[in-house]
């Protein structure tokens, strides 16, 4: 079965500085990696996903993420942070069920926070 | 152009009582999903249906729950004899076709209050 691990609950950065958030995933067939955002009380939106192809995928919102199969990891970087990225980040990873269907499983997520 | 509609959007309910959940995906998706997101978690899976075929419930914690999508558009979940650990957000999510790279559209959400 598959699934995510994300490495820290909370993680505080400087406006302007650096966003990283780790992501690691458990997957015994090639993967397809989601990245999802949650804004307070709000639903989950998608930020980015890799399926196939080009490694380094780029989202919305300045947000881009690598695929790196030799340390099975898919973390979440933005170069500069912004007050209006303070959310939830979620990384997932899809599962091709037998019915063709897919499975999503998630995360238990990384709340950000950009302080001034 | 609306999104997934889900309600209500807060929902407080007695021990023991029943509840309906709503779900409006978005028109002509086929697939719809149901996730419960307890606090400080993320969204675990429950149920999954492709038109109004329930092709897996594999996620439902108990047969107090029960999803449907009788005609393959808006869903209900329902939690019967409801308990406390039931508390948590469920999400509705759909996505246009079966497809395990399609995106999932989330609903906000409807956060379940069990006293």
């Known amino acids: 079965a598959q699934s995510v691990t994300q490495l820290g609950s909370h993680v505080s950065v400087s406006e302007g500085a650096l966003v990283l958030l780790r992501c690691n995933y458990s997957?015994?067939?090639?993967?397809?990696l989601f990245w999802y955002v949650q804004y307070p009380n709000q639903g989950l939106q998608l930020l980015l996903k890799?399926?196939?192809?080009?490694?380094l995928v780029k989202g919305i919102n300045g947000f881009e993420a690598e695929f790196k199969k030799s340390e099975t990891s898919f973390h979440l970087t933005k170069p500069s942070a912004h007050m209006s990225d303070a959310a939830e980040y979620f990384c997932a990873v899809s599962d091709r069920r037998s019915g063709g269907y897919q499975k999503v499983t998630f995360g238990i997520g990384t709340k950000l926070q950009v302080i001034p | 152009g609306a999104g997934v509609s889900q309600s209500p959007r807060y929902k407080v309910a007695k021990r023991g009582q029943d509840v309906a959940l709503r779900c409006d995906p978005i028109s002509g998706h086929v697939s719809l999903f149901w996730y419960q997101q307890a606090l400080g978690q993320g969204p675990e899976f429950l149920t999954y249906f492709q038109n109004e075929a329930q092709l897996d419930k594999s996620g439902l914690p108990s047969d107090r729950f029960f999803a449907e999508r009788p005609e393959g558009s808006v869903s209900t979940l329902k939690i019967q004899r409801t308990q406390q650990e039931d508390s948590a957000v469920y999400l509705c999510?759909?996505?246009?076709?079966?497809?395990?790279?399609?995106?999932?559209?989330f609903g906000n959400g409807t956060r379940l209050t069990v006293t």
């Open positions: 997957s015994s067939v090639p993967p397809y």
């Open positions: 999510a759909s996505s246009p076709g079966p497809s395990y790279n399609s995106p999932l559209h």
């Open positions: 890799y399926t196939t192809g080009a490694t």
